[in-house]
């Protein structure tokens, strides 16, 4: 896509060259005719794959000093291109569509959704902006007052900015599992919580979460019915999230937590599901998640009594591990295992006096392999 990206390039381009063809010609030894050079009228010229391919129109991949209107791309409209969004006020902003990087500039009093973003969100120069967005990396620079629903793959940085608060990711729109797929991002590794902040101030916080009870519609709106995304089937309601809701960084109910692993296989992401669906109908609560790849050295280090049984199902995938918090939450697990996945490899907090151990051996090495 260029460097047509570049914040505020006041960089007028230049003159093009004047570039009329001029005909070269050369003296042959036995006539005395000029034969002209690059003119053979009987030859077609040669196509090459770029000359193919389809014209990019930078203006399909940005949103530009606009005010009052309702705004975004429908599905298939980016395919992983980078967007940029700027200059725009009080406006509604769908992107309904994966890509490459997005880069929201100067923006005020927006609300803003993002579809999955292989690489980086990076919000400058923006104030009142609520949004929902899903990426590998959040960043801000000189913001104020930013309401994030995030599901980041690593951990989210904010610099120079002030009243940012944070809640996990909670939406749906029916390509949504593709397009994570389509950007490289798993659903299971969301570090929402976990903000980085490049410029603490002494006594005061920059960044907080918000409420447990905050709710995607209270801050950022379905698009109008009148719309160009009337047709978008939407939902907020986190049990049809596609990111699993997670508490996070907050305050723990109770003292017993459950590591509950699934290895490997043809149904690992569903029965992940499925395990969140049974324990929160029980009333535990899903604290975090991660999705990482393992080896024999890892599985030694992190499940120790019981690697020996393990270590062969980790050369089939990553595997997903979830953490699960309630008093009785071990027994419950194990009794889910045996009753719903009895035909599936697992592992499970053998007792109450050790899953703590479990929970802090796993995600610190899940932690440290993704560089958080």
């Known amino acids: 896509m260029g460097c047509f990206f570049s914040k505020k390039s006041k960089r007028k381009s230049s003159e093009k060259e004047d570039r009329t063809p001029t005909t070269t010609t050369v003296e042959t030894t036995t006539t005395s005719n000029a034969v002209p050079l690059g003119n053979n009228t009987d030859e077609a010229p040669k196509q090459y794959s770029w000359d193919k391919r389809e014209k990019v129109d930078p203006k399909d991949y940005m949103l530009t000093g606009l005010k009052d209107v309702t705004v975004g791309r429908l599905p298939g409209k980016l395919n992983g291109q980078q967007f940029v969004i700027q200059e725009c006020e009080n406006c509604n902003i769908y992107v ?113 979460l918000l409420p447990e009870t905050a709710a995607v519609l209270d801050f950022v709106p379905v698009p109008d019915p009148e719309s160009e995304f009337k047709s978008v089937r939407i939902s907020t309601d986190p049990a049809r999230s596609i990111v699993p809701l997670t508490k996070g960084g907050r305050r723990k109910d109770s003292e017993e937590s459950c590591l509950f692993v699934f290895f490997a296989g043809e149904y690992t992401t569903a029965n992940a599901r499925k395990l969140i669906d049974e324990a929160i109908a029980k009333g535990f609560v899903l604290i975090q998640t991660k999705e990482v790849s393992m080896r024999p050295e890892d599985v030694k280090r992190v499940f120790q009594n019981s690697a020996e049984d393990l270590v062969e199902w980790i050369t089939k995938g990553p595997v997903i591990a979830l953490e699960l918090n309630g008093d009785g ?41 993704m560089g958080l």
């Open 329 to 369: 939450v071990v027994e419950a697990c194990k009794n889910i295992a045996n009753e719903v996945f009895s035909g599936t490899k697992v592992f499970v907090s053998d007792n109450k006096n050790t899953s703590s151990r479990d929970v802090d051996s796993f995600f610190n090495f899940a932690d440290m392999q």
């Open 96 to 208: 309904f569509d994966h890509s490459a990087t997005i880069t929201i500039d100067d923006c005020v009093n927006c609300r803003i959704v993002l579809g999955p973003v292989k690489g980086s969100v990076f919000f400058r120069d923006c104030k009142d902006i609520k949004c929902v967005v899903a990426c590998q990396q959040f960043r801000t620079r000189d913001c104020k007052k930013l309401e994030v629903f995030l599901c980041c793959a690593t951990q989210p940085i904010i610099e120079s900015s002030t009243g940012m608060k944070f809640g996990c990711f909670q939406y749906f729109y029916p390509d949504l599992a593709f397009h994570f797929k389509d950007a490289g991002l798993s659903i299971f590794n969301n570090n929402w919580s976990n903000i980085h902040d490049f410029t603490p101030v002494s006594g005061e916080n920059n960044w907080s």
